[in-house]
């Protein structure tokens, strides 16, 4: 099994309990927490569409960044999250928080097709910031 598959593995079975049991006691967000939250999602994506990694990576936690060097970022999302590399366009979920972390669905789509990210977020210094991305389910495949 090739390393990219064992991360890719390692990420769908290893994280996405992870992620239920982090998201277990949140409650529906505030709408001005909403507001802040959905602004750092749809930020990170429009830096995305704009062909801005760099500011793509600055929507990132601390924590994240100083693991991954801007080039892991870029080549993370270009290689196992294409729907969010070449975004057309996103509408969140409902958003939950405990005024330190966050959890929202994200349905990303994309020229080549559609998906759902579960996005963890973590309230910092500098405000919110994505802590990770899962995918929630398949593609749908190419649309016409």
């Known amino acids: 099994m090739t390393r990219r598959m064992l991360l890719l593995r390692f990420l769908v079975v290893g994280l996405l309990p992870a992620a239920a049991a982090w998201a277990a006691d949140l409650r529906a967000s505030r709408p001005e927490v909403r507001k802040q939250i959905v602004a750092v999602i749809d930020g990170q994506l429009e830096a995305f569409r704009r062909g ?11 924590a994240f960044r100083a693991q991954r060097s801007l ?7 270009r290689g196992s999250y294409p729907e969010i590399w070449a975004n057309t366009r996103a509408e969140p979920g409902i ?8 959890t929202v669905t994200v349905q990303v789509s994309s020229k080549t097709g559609d998906a759902a990210y579960d996005s963890t977020l973590a309230k910092e210094e500098a405000g919110w910031r994505i802590r990770g991305v ?3 389910e398949p593609s749908r495949g190419k649309r016409t």
């Open 52 to 62: 801005e990694p760099e500011r793509a990576y600055g929507y990132a936690t601390a």
């Open 71 to 77: 080039t892991a970022f870029v080549a993370i999302v």
């Open 95 to 102: 958003v939950r928080d405990d005024g330190t972390r966050a």
């Open 134 to 136: 899962v995918r929630h």
